[in-house]
């Protein structure tokens, strides 16, 4: 198959919507970066390895609240990060208005059993994850507050699935990596199947709009993943 990155579109010159404005400045997010780690819910940090105190005489007695759903029973989450990776598309494709890259065309993307969705799904959100960290040293103050608002969000996904497919909750422990721009580019490639005209993702990424357009790529991804994969494993 012939190469998805093959094409190019030059969208330089045009300017990002207001919409995407923060109020953080660049140093906020840099140690942001240093320093976050990937999230979970605090109920899977506790089922990881807390159980309820119990009074003298009593027989431990595990909190219900802090059990980590099977994957057969995680309709509800599923359904969550469905709706936000949905929502981060319209939010990046708003903000950038005619300087949005069009959406690629990607292979079948539905998985061949519930186990490998999951274990391909922590795939994608910790690529989100690097993939947000790596956009956060070279993105302008003015967007750092909208990046970091999606890169929490990225960060809870990947949580949530780390611990439910039995992975560490954070791979890189108490301080995340970024991802090279290449590194990114391999994880998601054999995913496309043609940019439709969007702009290179391997092409060096020279402003704003670039690096935001960049990650609506990925945001389509992914968007696209559980659109196809949570109806079909959660009905």
């Given at each position: 198959m012939t190469s998805p990155f093959s094409l190019t579109n030059d969208q330089d010159g045009v300017t990002a919507s207001d919409l995407l404005q923060g109020g953080s400045r660049r140093s906020f997010l840099r140690r942001s970066a240093l320093g976050i780690a990937i999230a979970a819910p605090v109920g899977l940090l506790a089922a990881c390895g807390g159980?309820?105190?119990p009074t003298t005489g009593t027989t431990p007695t595990a909190n219900p609240m802090l059990a980590l759903p099977s994957l057969a029973d995680s309709?509800?989450?599923f359904t969550d990060i469905q709706a936000h990776e949905n929502a981060h598309v319209a939010f990046l494709k708003t903000a950038l208005?005619?300087?949005?890259?069009?959406?690629?065309t990607f292979v079948p993307l539905l998985q061949s059993d519930i186990n490998?969705?999951?274990?391909?799904?922590q795939v994608l959100e910790n690529v989100g994850v690097g993939a947000y960290l790596f956009g956060a040293g070279a993105i302008t103050a003015k967007y750092l507050g909208a990046a970091a608002s999606i890169l929490t969000v990225e960060a809870r996904h990947a949580?949530?699935?780390?611990?439910?497919?039995?992975?560490?909750?954070?791979?890189?422990?108490?301080?995340d990596k970024p991802l090279t721009q290449k590194e990114i580019v391999?994880?998601?490639g054999?995913?496309?199947?043609?940019?439709?005209?969007?702009?290179?993702?391997?092409?060096?990424?020279?402003?704003?709009?670039?690096?935001?357009?960049?990650?609506?790529?990925?945001?389509?991804?992914?968007?696209?993943?559980y659109n196809t994969n949570v109806p079909h494993y959660f009905p």
């Open positions: 159980t309820t105190t309709k509800a989450p208005g005619s300087a949005a890259r069009p959406k690629p490998k969705f999951a274990a391909t799904s949580g949530f699935l780390d611990v439910l497919i039995g992975k560490p909750i954070s791979p890189n422990g108490a301080q391999d994880a998601a054999p995913f496309i199947k043609n940019l439709n005209g969007g702009t290179n993702p391997a092409a060096t990424l020279k402003n704003d709009v670039d690096i935001l357009n960049f990650a609506l790529l990925l945001e389509y991804l992914e968007a696209e993943f």
